[in-house]
T-cell receptor, first 114, second 116 residues
Framework: QQQVKQSPQSLIVQKGGISIINCAYE??????FPWYQQFPGKGPALLIAIRPDVSEKKEGRFTISFNKSAKQFSLHIMDSQPGDSATYFC?????????????FGKGTHLIIQP | GAGVSQSPSNKVTEKGKDVELRCDPISGHTALYWYRQSLGQGLEFLIY????????KSGLPSDRFSAERTGGSVSTLTIQRTQQEDSAVYLCASSLGGRGNNSPLHFGNGTRLTVT
């Protein structure tokens, strides 16, 4: 059972455009939603995270939008740059317990064209 | 400070051989995770350590896979009688706290395993 569904699998955006990656989850007990960024040959690294008590969190050009009723959250990259080209993973977990740790989406391969 | 270190960075082995992959987590991190990433695929959870014990081994794909952690630090993932389908990048991650407190996972750069 795939608890976190991520789309699209791959995405090409022109430099300066907005990149949008979407995730949907099934487990209503999830209450922590991080995004990880992975460059080729490197391990993933935490990019930004959100709790469901807010609908949006912004850090620089990166914004998470969260829709609790729809059980969806998305990553927006504003003014996308070639250096943003990477694979992005959304994830979800439960703060304070739960047998499962982070559940990752399958990833989105993002290419920013100059 | 030093991040998560994995060795070797690349390993080529013949089918049927055993391999050992090593992970040195960030000092003081009590939680350690192993993931597998096949070409173009997502992150497949393998095993979770809290200290030296492994409360969750549910992701290990077969009994050919095992892992241990000693001294609350270094971990070794062992794959016996390797098969071609074991070819993947094996990622190790550590975090300051265990599951449930959402400490960020710090990943190493992985070991790329190729089974010929």
């Amino acid at each position: 059972q795939q608890q976190v569904k991520q789309s699209p699998q791959s995405l090409i955006v022109q430099k300066g455009g907005i990149s949008i990656i979407n995730c949907a989850y099934e487990n209503t007990a999830f209450d922590y939603f991080p995004w990880y960024q992975q460059f080729p040959g490197k391990g993933p690294a935490l990019l930004i995270a959100i709790r469901p008590d807010v609908s949006e969190k912004k850090e620089g050009r990166f914004t998470i939008s969260f829709n609790k009723s729809a059980k969806q959250f998305s990553l927006h990259i504003m003014d996308s740059q070639p250096g943003d080209s990477a694979t992005y993973f959304c994830a979800a977990s439960m703060i304070g317990g739960g047998a499962d740790g982070l559940t990752f989406g399958k990833g989105t391969h993002l290419i920013i064209q100059p | 400070g030093a991040g998560v270190s994995q060795s070797p960075s690349n390993k080529v082995t013949e089918k049927g051989k055993d391999v050992e992959l090593r992970c040195d987590p960030i000092s003081g991190h009590t939680a350690l995770y192993w993931y597998r990433q096949s070409l173009g695929q997502g992150l497949e959870f393998l095993i979770y350590f809290q200290g030296n014990s492994a409360p969750d081994k549910s992701g290990l794909p077969s009994d050919r896979f095992s892992a241990e952690r000693t001294g609350g630090s270094v971990s070794t993932l062992t794959i016996q009688r390797t098969q071609q389908e074991d070819s993947a990048v094996y990622l190790c991650a550590s975090s300051l706290g265990g599951r449930g407190n959402n400490s960020p996972l710090h990943f190493g750069n992985g070991t790329r395993l190729t089974v010929t």
